[in-house]
T-cell receptor, first 115, second 112 residues
């Protein structure tokens, strides 16, 4: 299996621009998670989906952030407009809810730099 | 709310044992996890322990769980420079939605 795939791996953009991060979960997994990691705040859960439906988006910082999961094999996290404080590494993770252990499998992350 | 605490940094010499500690508040978690993050990479599951176990050993890794004190530890025997990474303790949230609660991560530095 290819594992969780994220693109792009690195993104540099200017303040005010729209940024779209993409994630392809592991085939057969029906839960998907978006995290943000910074030195100051550590690893934060932004939002997660079960069977393509958003379950908990309480971690989404503000209205500038939105996430979609149009089908079981694809999700996007969009920031519009982006700000320098959004600079972080964004991880996507997936799991299969049928498994007893709830193990999450992480992608390699997208390093976002907003200038 | 649910909380998971870890010390931020640990430095050991190559060949020594490393012990990374974690404390938590939610006693209802059924599974507790250790993830490893190498530089520039995502988190990778190292091992996990079920809450009805006190200890789990997997090659150089030993996980100890003290439910009374809500304390979880990861011992790495014969620590190698390749073990240098950030180690995250995590547990399943009590809401049973599959959400994991992560600690802040412990940076392990292994000196040659």
């Amino acid at each position: 299996d290819a594992g969780v795939i994220q693109s792009p791996r690195h993104e540099v953009t200017e303040m005010g621009q729209e940024v779209t991060l993409r994630c392809k979960p592991i085939s057969g997994h029906n839960s998907l998670f978006w995290y943000r990691q910074t030195m100051m705040r550590g690893l934060e859960l932004l939002i997660y989906f079960n069977n393509n439906v958003p379950i908990d988006d309480s971690g989404m910082p503000e209205d500038r952030f939105s996430a979609k999961m149009p089908n079981a094999s694809f999700s996007t996290l969009k920031i519009q407009p982006s700000e320098p404080r959004d600079s972080a590494v964004y991880f996507c993770a997936s799991r299969t809810s049928g498994a007893s252990t709830d193990t999450q499998y992480f992608g390699p992350g997208t390093r976002l730099t907003v200038l | 709310g649910e909380d998971v605490e870890q010390s931020l940094f640990l430095s050991v010499r190559e060949g020594d044992s490393s012990v990374i500690n974690c404390t938590y508040t939610d006693s209802s978690s059924t599974y507790l996890y250790w993830y490893k993050q190498e530089p520039g990479a995502g988190l990778q599951l190292l091992t996990y322990i079920f809450s009805n176990m006190d200890m789990k050993q997997d090659q150089r890794l030993t996980v100890l769980l003290n439910k009374k004190d809500k304390h979880l530890s990861l011992r790495i025997a014969d620590t190698q420079t390749g073990d240098s990474a950030i180690y995250f303790c995590a547990l399943r949230g009590s809401s049973n939605t599959g959400k994991l609660i992560f600690g802040q991560g412990t940076t392990l530095q292994v000196k040659p």
